[in-house]
């Protein structure tokens, strides 16, 4: 008995390595000099460096509360529009930074990879991580304008980490997907920059579902990050959630698996292109 389980056991562990990769994700180490060199990059020249981390966020939002609060703020919403604006950027600036910086890690990182191993996924993930550092600013705009001048008092609950774990595996998943194709051509990266604003005005980041008319609430709310967002309004504000959270849950989760499958599945070529 013990040697037909054995036997299984091993070919089990040979069905893995052949569908993951060796050497795919390194050390911490790897991790954090990644990190570095791709949130270097997103200031490589400035004179303000890491400053307009804060100048971008707060040029942003002063940009929509004028134009989108001046038409929503006053309408039958249970939050003010500020309020309602700067939990959709909380999340939204981890999705898009993310993806974006993500997205451009192999770039970034191949003539370092020339001459030192980088394992691919670790660079997708340090790309993702550097891509979300603008959610600093968002947090720090977020926490004054809720202890000083938000009239809505928060109710934080399980749903706003669940929303923030969700949203993470949604950009991990897409971007796994993306930096493989940004290796092979930079059209993925085009499609980024459209697909971005597209995913932006089809999410309730700017205005709320109800306020679409309903011939067309059917394209917000067959967004998956439509889902995310509200749960983490929910878990932030105790606002009326719809959804079934498992089945957001499920949804991401066979994401991740198909996105990480076709990730090892083309990750050999991918060395060689490096």
């Known amino acids: 008995m013990t040697i037909k389980s054995d036997n299984y056991l091993l070919k089990l562990v040979q069905i893995s ?3 993951i990769p060796r ?6 180490r790897y991790f954090v000099f990644c990190f570095a060199r791709i949130a270097e990059r997103q200031f490589f020249r400035t004179y303000l460096g890491a400053s307009w981390i804060f100048i971008r966020v707060f040029f942003t939002f002063g940009t929509y509360a004028i134009l989108f609060g001046v038409i929503f703020e006053g309408r039958d919403t249970r939050i003010s529009y500020f309020d309602h604006l700067i939990s959709g950027m909380l999340l939204w600036s981890v999705f898009i930074g993310g993806l974006s910086w993500g997205t451009r890690s192999f770039e970034i990182l191949r003539n370092v990879r020339k001459k030192l191993f980088l394992p691919e996924l670790t660079m997708v993930l340090a790309g993702v991580a ?3 550092i603008s959610i600093i600013p968002w947090t720090s705009l977020f926490l004054l304008y809720s202890f000083f001048a938000s009239e809505i008092s928060l109710e934080l ?3 706003l980490l669940f929303a923030a774990v969700l949203v993470i595996i949604f950009v991990i998943s897409l971007t796994l997907v993306t930096s493989v194709l940004d290796a092979f051509g930079r059209d993925s990266r085009n499609f980024i920059s459209l697909f971005s604003s597209w995913f ?3 999410t309730p980041v700017l205005y709320e579902v109800k306020h679409v008319p309903e011939v067309l609430q059917w394209i917000v709310l067959m967004n998956p990050l439509t889902s995310i967002l509200e749960l983490f309004r929910h878990g932030l504000y105790g606002s009326i959630y719809g959804d079934s959270v498992f089945d957001i849950g499920i949804f991401t989760l066979i994401l991740f698996i198909c996105c990480f499958l076709f990730f090892t599945r083309f990750v050999v070529l991918l060395r060689n292109s490096l």
């Open 200 to 202: 932006l005005f089809t």
């Open 23 to 28: 050497n795919l994700f390194g050390t911490k």
């Open 17 to 19: 390595q052949s569908i």
């Open 130 to 132: 550097a891509g979300a």
């Open 157 to 159: 609950n399980l749903h």
